[in-house]
Nanobody
Framework: QVQFVESGGGLVQPGGSLRLSCAAA?????????MAWFRQAPGQQRELVAR???????NYADSVKGRFTISRDNAKNTVYLQMNSLKPEDTAVYYC??????????WGQGTQVTVSS
């Protein structure tokens, strides 16, 4: 089972930027997996915000399109989420996982992103 360790969150003012990282520990080739970033705000369900295929194709939720960029470095078994023009509604715990992960899948501890003045 793949393990993920998210980092890079923090407190940022509206309009600011953050770059999240997700290191994957896997006994298999990381490069063959599509990866995704999810987020969960208090009292809300976890939602997928960005996805990147094994070949590098990307998809984004409408709420983050044009502001967030997902990328990957297969040599480092790492996926990134560059977040620009952050809004208070982006406040959530951010997680990475396989795109088809379910609540019963193994999840990392996530990284807290708080957007507030």
């Amino acid at each position: 089972q793949v393990q993920f360790v998210e980092s890079g969150g923090g407190l940022v003012q509206p309009g600011g930027s953050l770059r999240l990282s997700c290191a994957a520990a896997s006994g298999r080739a990381f490069s063959i997996y599509a990866m995704a970033w999810f987020r969960q705000a208090p009292g809300q369900q976890r939602e997928l915000v960005a996805r990147i295929s094994s070949s590098g194709s990307t998809n984004y939720a409408d709420s983050v399109k044009g502001r967030f960029t997902i990328s990957r470095d297969n040599a480092k078994n790492t996926v990134y989420l560059q977040m620009n023009s952050l809004k208070p509604e982006d406040t959530a715990v951010y997680y990475c996982n396989l795109p088809l992960a379910t609540p019963s899948s193994a999840w990392g501890q996530g990284t807290q992103v708080t957007v507030s003045s």
